[in-house]
């Protein structure tokens, strides 16, 4: 049900974009610019719809590459620190897909590069896209037909970014919530007051579907534009039918008018509403008939539930997320973000897609996920802003447990109200210990098969989707490192270039 359908024209209104500039030019200093070749690059972000039935072939080159590429799976403990890096590499985009990403002697000797013959044979099939092409500095050009060969300058190349544990859509804020946690009013408590949560259920009730569109939009807009390419989103702002029902349809819109692949999780569980009070039970008994009304209509691929002390009990989501597997719905649970109430053992036995969270649990629960191939979405960006002082054990989930870490922003109002994966990249480097190839792969490859994507995106790999990101910068440390800006270059989705930033000046010196 992802696919994304028609696009329109008019897009959404975007905040802070810069005047798309494409640059080319030599690794680190200096990059220097030019005027746009292809369109204007923001606008292609506003109106997906563009250049949509021009396949196009493009020739990345010049290019350092990290292709998370090869095998089947996520990747676990050590193995996550292989990030498949080719130094001068070149990636071949064909209309949606990858055609080739590896080393540029084997793209020549495969006949990708100009002159070669499968750039005629393609150019003859009508795939190039006809646009400008960017001279590059080794005698790239403009290929045959038009192909767009794009001298990256050196840069960095990975996959698109996906962030798999996302709260997307909702109405309000909650801001006037920061004085309560600075004067040290626990999350939970804020919840029991009936604030949190329920704060943005009563927004997101009030709100029309066109609403909770226009807002996700723009939301998606700058996930994007840091290099987001696939998220997962959750509902959970309704607690009841109606609004749990609307929050999904509205993930289905989005997935028609912009480019961003929204992957549905029912979380009906989210919190107790007032009117069940006393009654989890009924209430739990409501939200099963919801998920099996979703799952009917397409509408969800995963469950999710909150299993916390105060919220739902071990024995409630053991129960509501049996009901929702027996639907058909992978499984998803928010485990021990705060108590270890047991939940990453629950995740294991029920064989959940994700454990997530998991701040709190223990040794053995986290184990039992690694050994029942549960992927950990570890938080870090929520754990610093609650400002705990416990994070989850990153170190022992690779190191001991092998398992398979994925890393999410869980942008939402309350615990995480943050769009950038880059900013969670750099917390993954400093509160979880992990490194930068680590926290690569647990944002490309782990993220997409912990978003249920683990077959479409991620990778550069032919086959799969042509979600790319050119960054400004030639090293990996660098994003993580240097936090708190946007490093992105380009992006490109489903092979249509979707964000072209202005760069240069905040480039790698
Ligand atoms: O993952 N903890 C539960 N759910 C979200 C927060 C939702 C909210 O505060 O609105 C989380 O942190
Ligand atoms: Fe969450």
């Not at 049900?1 to 005047?19: H, I, L, Y």
């Amino acid at each position: 049900m992802a696919e994304g359908g028609a696009m329109p024209e008019d897009g959404a209104r975007r905040e802070g974009m810069e005047v798309a500039q494409r640059s080319e030019g030599a690794r680190g200093a200096g990059m220097e610019r030019m005027e746009v070749a292809r369109g204007a690059g923001m606008e292609v972000a506003q109106r997906p719809g563009a250049d949509r039935g021009e396949p196009g072939l493009r020739v990345l080159v010049n290019a350092r590459l990290a292709t998370l590429a090869g095998g089947d799976g996520p990747r676990r403990g050590r193995a996550m620190r292989d990030v498949g890096l080719v130094e001068d590499g070149v990636v071949v985009i064909r209309g949606e897909s990858i055609a080739f990403a590896g080393p540029r002697a084997e793209a020549e000797r495969l006949g990708w590069l100009a002159g070669g013959r499968r750039l005629r044979d393609a150019a003859a099939a009508g795939m190039a896209g006809g646009g400008a092409a960017a001279d590059g500095e080794g005698g790239e050009g403009s290929g045959p037909g038009g192909i767009d060969i794009l001298d990256v300058g050196g840069r960095l190349v990975t996959p698109g970014l996906v962030d798999p544990h996302t709260h997307l859509v909702h109405a309000g804020s909650r801001e006037d919530e920061l004085a309560q946690k600075l004067a040290g009013v626990p999350y939970l408590q804020i919840l029991r007051r009936g604030g949190g949560i329920l704060s943005t259920v009563r927004a997101t009730r009030a709100a029309s579907e066109e609403e909770l569109v226009a807002k996700a939009r723009r939301t998606l807009a700058r996930m994007l534009e840091h290099g987001t390419t696939t998220v997962e989103a959750k509902s959970g702002y309704g607690l009841d039918a109606e609004t749990e029902l609307k929050q999904l349809r509205v993930m289905r819109r989005l997935n028609e008018v912009q480019p961003v692949e929204v992957v549905p999780t029912f979380l009906g569980p989210h919190a107790v509403p007032p009117e069940y009070r006393d009654r989890t039970g009924a209430f739990l008994d409501e939200m099963v008939a919801v998920a099996a009304r979703a799952r009917a209509e397409g509408l969800a691929e995963f469950a999710d539930i909150f299993c916390e002390a105060g919220v739902f009990s071990v024995e409630e989501s053991r129960r509501f997320l049996s009901a929702c597997r027996r639907l058909g719905l992978g499984v998803k649970i928010h485990a021990d973000e705060i108590h270890p109430l047991g939940g990453a053992e629950l995740a294991a036995e029920l064989g959940a897609v994700t454990v997530d969270h998991a701040v709190a649990s223990t040794r053995d629960g986290l184990r039992r996920c690694a050994d029942a191939g549960v992927i950990a979405v570890l938080l870090p960006g929520t754990t610093w802003n609650l400002g705990h002082a416990r994070h989850a054990d990153a170190r022992f989930l690779m190191d001991e447990a092998g398992a398979a870490v994925a890393l999410a922003t869980d942008y939402n109002p309350g615990s995480c109200p943050c769009e950038s994966l880059q900013l969670v990249m750099a917390f993954a480097a400093n509160l979880l210990r992990m490194t930068p190839e680590e926290i690569l792969c647990a944002v490309t490859r782990n993220a997409a098969y912990a978003a249920g994507r683990g077959r479409t995106v991620g990778r550069l790999e032919p086959g799969w989707q042509a979600d790319v990101v050119v960054w400004d910068t030639d090293s990996l440390a660098y994003i993580p490192y240097h936090f708190g800006v946007n490093h992105v270059h380009m992006v490109f989705k489903r092979g249509r270039q979707v964000v072209i930033r202005r760069t240069g000046e905040e480039g790698r010196a």
